[in-house]
């Protein structure tokens, strides 16, 4: 693992241009409104924490998992492969690198199998239709993907020792921790470092809970811009999320989206 971010994978190859993203996007968004993509990707991250949660995996495994979601989406179109199939080969791929440990490939088909019927079956009411062949082979298509980059820098260490320095407080700590999370449905992780996301997360929390730290983020050595930036990001998703039905409206979007040819076989 690089000794620091600024020498890492993450930060020379993987912070990207949001023009960039939004040209390789193009394709998916000439099927899908900017809305109805967003939605798209909220669902799959609670697919891809609810199977972390029932794997026991760490928070730190489902975040990296999430943001390779992400990534290999930055640069493909939704057609290319099946999310439903990405999404566990994710957690596969990530419980390896953040050593957690390799997951079986019974327990892991056994858990997708189990959460699509039990938790998502609002969205699909078929079974899950793949098998460890799928997942395999489409674990090497994600690391040729990934460029083999598949060191992630999350936002919750520093986000834990800006705290510390803020004094401690454990209600800011609890609510900025679950504001991180819920950025990883947003672009920001592709976008901006992981100190800047702890920094807009812990600013965003200081909001909700009318805590005044004006002076502790003045005397920070920071782009204020981008920490507004990344505060707008989280904002525009929590109103989308206020008004998005998802039980009601998933399986139109799922059957919107583009998807990939031929289907796998059973």
Same mark, same amino acid.
């Given at each position: 693992?690089?000794?620091?971010?600024?020498?890492?994978?993450?930060?020379?190859?993987?912070?990207?241009?949001?023009?960039?993203?939004?040209?390789?996007?193009?394709?998916?968004?000439?099927?899908?409104?900017?809305?109805?993509?967003?939605?798209?990707?909220?669902?799959?991250?609670?697919?891809?924490?609810?199977?972390?949660?029932?794997?026991?995996?760490?928070?730190?495994?489902?975040?990296?998992?999430?943001?390779?979601?992400?990534?290999?989406?930055?640069?493909?179109?939704?057609?290319?492969? /099946?999310?439903? *199939? +990405?999404? #566990?080969?994710?957690?596969?791929?990530?419980?390896?690198?953040?050593?957690?440990? !390799? &997951?079986?490939?019974?327990?892991?088909?056994?858990?997708?199998?189990?959460?699509?019927?039990?938790?998502?079956?609002?969205?699909?009411?078929?079974?899950?239709?793949?098998?460890?062949?799928?997942?395999?082979?489409?674990?090497?298509?994600?690391?040729?993907?990934?460029?083999?980059?598949?060191?992630?820098?999350?936002?919750?260490?520093?986000?834990?020792?800006?705290?510390?320095?803020?004094?401690?407080?454990?209600?800011?700590?609890?609510?900025?921790?679950?504001?991180?999370?819920?950025?990883?449905?947003? /672009?920001?992780? *592709? +976008?901006? #470092?992981?100190?800047?996301?702890?920094?807009?997360?812990?600013?965003?929390?200081? !909001? &909700?809970?009318?805590?005044?730290?004006?002076?502790?983020?003045?005397?920070?050595?920071?782009?204020?811009?981008?920490?507004?930036?990344?505060?707008?990001?989280?904002?525009?998703?929590?109103?989308?999320?206020?008004?998005?039905?998802?039980?009601?409206?998933?399986?139109?979007?799922?059957?919107?989206?583009?998807?990939?040819?031929?289907?796998?076989?059973?």
């Amino acid at each position: 693992m690089a000794g620091n971010f600024w020498q890492s994978s993450h930060h020379q190859q993987w912070l990207l241009d949001k023009q960039d993203l939004i040209r390789e996007r193009q394709h998916d968004l000439s099927i899908l409104t900017e809305d109805e993509y967003q939605k798209i990707f909220i669902f799959f991250a609670s697919v891809i924490q609810t199977l972390g949660e029932q794997l026991k995996l760490r928070q730190q495994v489902i975040a990296t998992a999430t943001v390779y979601f992400k990534r290999f989406y930055a640069r493909n179109s939704l057609k290319c492969i /099946d999310p439903l *199939l +990405l999404a #566990p080969t994710c957690i596969f791929l990530a419980s390896k690198v953040e050593e957690f440990g !390799v &997951i079986s490939n019974s327990r892991l088909l056994t858990t997708c199998q189990q959460v699509i019927k039990n938790k998502f079956s609002y969205a699909y009411t078929q079974e899950f239709p793949y098998r460890t062949n799928h997942i395999l082979e489409c674990e090497f298509y994600l690391l040729e993907n990934l460029d083999c980059c598949l060191i992630v820098y999350q936002p919750y260490r520093p986000l834990l020792q800006l705290v510390q320095d803020l004094g401690n407080e454990d209600q800011l700590f609890t609510l900025a921790w679950r504001i991180v999370n819920d950025s990883l449905r947003t /672009d920001v992780c *592709l +976008l901006y #470092p992981p100190y800047q996301i702890a920094i807009g997360c812990i600013q965003f929390a200081c !909001v &909700i809970l009318q805590k005044d730290h004006k002076v502790w983020f003045a005397e920070l050595n920071v782009d204020i811009e981008k920490i507004q930036e990344i505060c707008r990001y989280i904002i525009n998703l929590y109103e989308l999320w206020k008004q998005y039905d998802e039980k009601k409206e998933i399986q139109g979007l799922l059957a919107k989206m583009p998807k990939p040819k031929p289907a796998p076989q059973r």
